[in-house]
């Protein structure tokens, strides 16, 4: 019992502590997240097939590798995905966009929309002023060549 207690306290503090806030209505959702999860985990060794033992693990080597790969990985990872939303990948499209009107703004709407549905571009920015569209593709593409729907 002493056990449960403690899951549900560690949890309701990591729900606190990941929520990022403390008010009433977090703190009534963290008790009942945390409830449930420490009722689950009090009834399922009861009903489970198999059962697991974590003795003999060794923790300090595990968590160690753990984080020295996580640290080596994470900046790989993260250049990596970087490198598409470089600006190597952003092209500007004419877009005829005369004036501020409902129609031409549900156009702008519509063609940003349009553009950005396709797998391998989306519009970054309507620069209306400059009748234009930064849109960002994956692999090179064509502008199109009517400015009044450019998809």
């Known amino acids: ?13 990591c ?3 990941f929520a990022g806030q403390l008010s009433t209505d977090e703190v009534i959702a963290g008790v009942c997240c945390a409830a449930a999860a ?7 060794p009861f009903i489970a097939e198999r059962h697991f033992s974590f003795t003999g693990v060794p ?3 595990l968590i160690g590798r753990t984080l020295a790969s996580l640290a080596s990985d994470v900046p790989k990872v993260g250049m990596r ?9 952003l092209q500007r499209w004419p877009l005829a966009s005369p004036g501020d009107d409902p129609r031409t703004t549900a156009r702008r709407a519509l063609v940003t929309l349009a553009a950005s549905l396709a797998p391998n571009s989306y519009v970054a920015a309507v620069l209306g002023g400059r009748g234009e569209l930064l849109v960002h593709s994956l692999a090179p593409a064509e502008p199109p060549h009517d400015p009044e729907w450019p998809l």
């Open 59 to 61: 923790w300090a080597k």
């Open 81 to 89: 995905l970087l490198r598409p939303v470089s600006s190597a990948g």
């Open 38 to 44: 420490a009722a689950v985990s009090f009834t399922v």
């Open 1 to 13: 019992m002493i056990r449960t207690g403690a899951k549900f306290a560690l949890l309701l503090g």
């Open 15 to 17: 729900y606190l502590l």
